[in-house]
């Protein structure tokens, strides 16, 4: 018998500053700069976390002390996880920051494509990971690979599928990367 969980976690960040729609959070050591639960950058100096939030807020950054709930998508068997554009590795309760190094080390989570849902069965630990999308559109076409925008209730998602075989990143850049890993192909240059 197996359990169907969502390989997504929710990760409570605290936010120390707020530019209009966009936020400096604190994860691990680092700063990372979020709109829309996103991470879209990281630095380990705060004062370049708080210059480029101001650059993108195009407004005073406003310090402020509250958390905020941000979804991390599982790739790897080896509890490595996606949001935006950076990935971390899980260990217990904590987050560390993780590089492309380890995730090309790890178990990738590599999820049969099934009409708008993704399905993946752990048969070591008994598990299914299923996700599945309210609405899909191809993004392009690269050789076998089609590339997909997927949203659902959790927020967007982009996902690769090679035939039956699919994979799925929070960001197009990291998903580029382990499309690589998994079947060979970059389609961003």
């Given at each position: 018998?197996?359990?169907?969980?969502?390989?997504?976690?929710?990760?409570?960040?605290?936010?120390?500053?707020?530019?209009?729609?966009?936020?400096?959070?604190t994860i691990d050591k680092f700063y990372g700069v979020t709109k829309d639960k996103k991470i879209i950058y990281i630095?380990?100096?705060?004062?370049?976390?708080?210059?480029?939030?101001?650059?993108?807020?195009?407004?005073?950054?406003?310090?402020?002390?509250?958390?905020?709930?941000?979804?991390?998508?599982?790739?790897?068997?080896?509890?490595?996880?996606?949001?935006?554009?950076?990935?971390?590795?899980?260990?217990?309760?904590?987050?560390?920051?993780?590089?492309?190094?380890?995730?090309?080390?790890?178990?990738?989570?590599?999820?049969?494509?099934?009409?708008?849902?993704?399905?993946?069965?752990?048969?070591?630990?008994?598990?299914?990971?299923?996700?599945?999308?309210?609405?899909?559109?191809?993004?392009?076409?690269?050789?076998?690979?089609?590339?997909?925008?997927?949203?659902?209730?959790?927020?967007?998602?982009?996902?690769?599928?090679?035939?039956?075989?699919?994979?799925?990143?929070?960001?197009?850049?990291?998903?580029?990367?382990?499309?690589?890993?998994?079947?060979?192909?970059?389609?961003?240059?």
């Open positions: 018998m197996y359990i169907t969980v969502l390989p997504l976690d929710s990760v409570l960040l605290d936010v120390i500053y707020e530019s209009g729609e966009y936020s400096l959070v630095t380990d100096n705060k004062i370049i976390g708080l210059l480029t939030l101001y650059e993108k807020g195009l407004s005073k950054p406003l310090n402020v002390k509250k958390s905020k709930d941000f979804i991390f998508l599982k790739v790897s068997k080896d509890d490595i996880f996606n949001n935006g554009e950076i990935l971390v590795k899980k260990y217990n309760s904590s987050m560390k920051l993780s590089s492309f190094e380890e995730l090309r080390d790890s178990n990738l989570i590599i999820y049969e494509w099934k009409q708008n849902c993704a399905v993946f069965t752990d048969e070591e630990n008994k598990v299914s990971y299923m996700l599945t999308f309210n609405s899909c559109s191809k993004k392009s076409t690269h050789g076998e690979i089609e590339v997909y925008e997927c949203i659902n209730d959790f927020g967007k998602f982009y996902v690769a599928v090679d035939v039956i075989n699919c994979i799925i990143s929070q960001s197009i850049n990291i998903l580029n990367e382990i499309s690589e890993l998994v079947f060979g192909v970059r389609f961003l240059k």
